[in-house]
């Protein structure tokens, strides 16, 4: 009598104990996808303007807009500690984007006609993140993190600053597929556009916000997910919409690439 009360504890805690590693591994897969998978729609990228010296396909402004937003919310990880696979996110993308820009930066000087070279220091603002070297991109980068990291150490006590300061770096990244949004309206076209892209995008943000919901992160990554997802979701609703029921497109200059990540 007592072997058959004892039975079904003995299972549970073999079932209990084969399940820990397993559950300690989708944990740690679950970290590692969340570290390193932001960057994968970007190597592709990489190794096309690498292998075809053309990087008019894909806009610098989106490596500007991942370095804020990601140095951002490494200043609010200082005020509000948060998951560390975030914080190695952040890091990984700026490393990636500051790849890209150098690569980029150097296809468009050597293909360049106009001999006429731009730096950071001129701080003219009509060439502003159009300049001749990596360098000054660098500079420009170091610059804002010493300016913001500042502010942020003077203001660091502040809750109203820190949750603010979380608000606009989830915010920023999520406001990434806007512009390519707007053009796919204005144009009534998605023609250009890596649908591919679009959806490796969907599927990456899609995880990302079940990351943040599952682990409790701070609710801005929360919100912003969602709102990061929508805008996935409107855009891949406009490829739908635009290819079986086409309209006549607005005139406008070709882009081959998408804004967000071509």
Known sequence: ????????????????????????????????????????????QYRDIKRTQNAEGFST??????????????????????ESPLLLQSIIMIITMLLMLKLCTEVRVTNELNIKR???????????????????????????????????YLFLDSVIFVETLGFLAVFTEAMLGIPQLYRNYQNRSTEGMSVKMVLMWTSGDT???????????????????LLQVFVDMA???????????????ASHTTHPASTKAL
């Open 61 to 82: 402004y989106v490596c500007l807009v991942l370095l804020v937003a990601n140095i951002l919310r490494i200043l609010f990880w200082f005020g509000r500690h948060f």
């Open 235 to 249: 855009i891949l609703m406009q490829v739908y919409l635009y290819s079986c029921y086409p309209q006549k497109p």
């Open 207 to 225: 995880f990302k916000t079940v990351y943040f919901l599952l682990n409790q992160a701070p609710f801005q990554f929360s919100i912003c997910g």
């Open 118 to 152: 731009r730096s950071f220091s001129d701080f003219d603002l009509n060439y502003f993140w159009h300049w001749s070297k990596f360098t000054d991109y660098v500079q420009c980068v170091l610059a804002f993190t010493g300016v913001t990291g500042y502010i942020t």
């Open 1 to 44: 009598m007592l072997r058959d009360f004892l039975l079904p504890i003995m299972e549970a805690d073999a079932w209990e104990w084969l399940m820990a590693p397993v559950q300690q591994l989708v944990s740690w897969g679950a970290s590692a996808a969340m570290v390193f998978g932001g960057v994968v729609p970007y190597i592709p």
